[in-house]
């Protein structure tokens, strides 16, 4: 049987060696059948791959990022060296148009990109079914630090879901019965922003969305980051930073 872990953003290499051999001990137990799930923010598909005009056609590197293309080559394989498969959302971190512009592929179920073999994608508005656990995931979020960034080099609008993604995800949860078993998210709904102190505390399409379809849908618990906090609000919603947390069915 799948073990399965969930942490907070990494941020390409930044926050990453939380989930080294020495920080995360469980690594030597783990195989490939394993998955560690990242909620957002994971920061490795920003400056492009060393082969990007030929794995990514049609993208065009920002001329801010081309004297390091190449850079997310290392963590990529980092990654991938791993015992286990990595998981991930998008965050409000993330270079959305390269992340775009990787194949497309279905997966337990829902659409992933593949970035590396192991090292996969999970979709916004989609519900994976792996090792029979259910997976619900909406990636995005909405930037506190516009200001401070710059338009297609490291702020992209697509952050925020569109109205197709939107959909999507009600589609896709109208399939399953608005029934899963974990809800993975970047942001969360608005109801929760209420429950700690954090600098992302305006609400905004993405934060009301979650809410709304909090009270229609049936799970057991709700992991999302973005805040950087380590904090359980209450016994069905969990922030995620720096801890790595296993989830065990009772």
């Known amino acids: 049987m799948s073990r399965f872990f969930i942490t907070g953003d990494t941020h390409g290499e930044i926050d990453a060696k939380k989930l080294n051999n020495k920080n995360f001990c469980e690594h030597s137990e783990l195989t490939k059948d394993d998955y560690v799930i990242i909620a957002g923010d994971f920061g490795c598909c920003w400056y492009g791959d060393k082969n990007i005009e030929i794995t990514n056609p049609g993208y065009e590197v920002p001329p801010r990022h081309r004297t390091r293309v190449g850079k997310d080559y290392y963590m990529l394989d980092w990654y991938q060296s791993k015992n286990f498969t990595t998981l991930f959302i998008d965050?409000?971190?993330?270079?959305?148009k390269l992340l775009n512009t990787y194949p497309v592929e279905e997966w337990n179920g829902g659409l992933v990109h593949r970035i590396r073999p192991t090292v996969l994608h999970l979709m916004r508005g989609q519900?994976?079914?792996?090792?029979?656990?259910?997976?619900?995931t909406m990636g995005g979020a909405k930037s506190s630090d516009i200001e401070r960034r710059t338009p297609d080099a490291s702020w992209w609008e697509e952050e925020l879901p569109s109205e197709k993604e939107i959909q999507t995800a009600i589609d896709n949860l109208g399939k399953h019965n608005w029934k899963v078993d974990y809800v993975i998210t970047h942001c969360c709904g608005n109801s929760m922003l209420n429950k700690f102190?954090?600098?992302h505390y305006k609400t905004d399409v993405l934060t009301d969305f979650l809410e709304e379809i909090e009270q229609k849908l049936d799970y057991k618990m709700w992991y999302f980051g973005h805040h950087h906090i380590d904090e359980q609000l209450d016994d069905k919603h969990k922030a995620l930073y720096r801890d790595i947390v296993e989830i065990i069915d009772e």
């Open 91 to 96: 965050g409000n971190h993330e270079n959305h």
């Open 127 to 136: 519900v994976y079914t792996i090792d029979g656990k259910k997976f619900f």
């Open 197 to 199: 102190d954090t600098r």
